[in-house]
């Protein structure tokens, strides 16, 4: 059973921009503090960026004032609004739930997405 499924990657040329989207299955009654990690090749998970149910976001260094996070609490999605990209941007993108507040029925906290690619050429 897939729990969160992510969609928006692609390739763009550096400057260029992308939206990621993540979908978190499950009921509307559930809410979560979410984040991005990525992963480049023969590179460790780094985190990106991370939003919590009061809508408190952080951001990695090398992304801020570039990326912005948000969450659309009723449909449960996550979003990654990614601007200026740069080549070193290339990685594949995972959404994570760090939280879960709600029932049993809900996604379970420490959940991770299969990833989006993102690659940026120069």
């Known amino acids: 059973q897939v729990h969160l499924v992510e969609s928006g990657g692609g390739s763009v040329q550096a400057g260029g921009s992308l939206r990621l989207s993540c979908v978190a299955s499950?009921?509307?009654?559930?809410?979560?503090?979410m984040s991005w990690y990525r992963q480049a090749p023969g590179k460790e998970r780094e985190f990106v960026s991370a939003i919590d149910i009061n809508g408190a976001t952080s951001y990695a260094d090398s992304v801020k004032g570039r990326f912005t996070i948000s969450q659309h609490n009723a449909v449960n999605t996550l979003s990654l609004q990614m601007n200026s990209l740069k080549p070193e941007d290339t990685a594949t993108y995972y959404c994570k739930i760090d939280s879960t507040y709600g029932g049993l029925w809900c996604v379970d906290p420490n959940t991770w997405g299969q990833g989006t690619q993102v690659t940026v050429s120069s």
């Open positions: 499950g009921y509307t009654s559930c809410n979560y503090d």
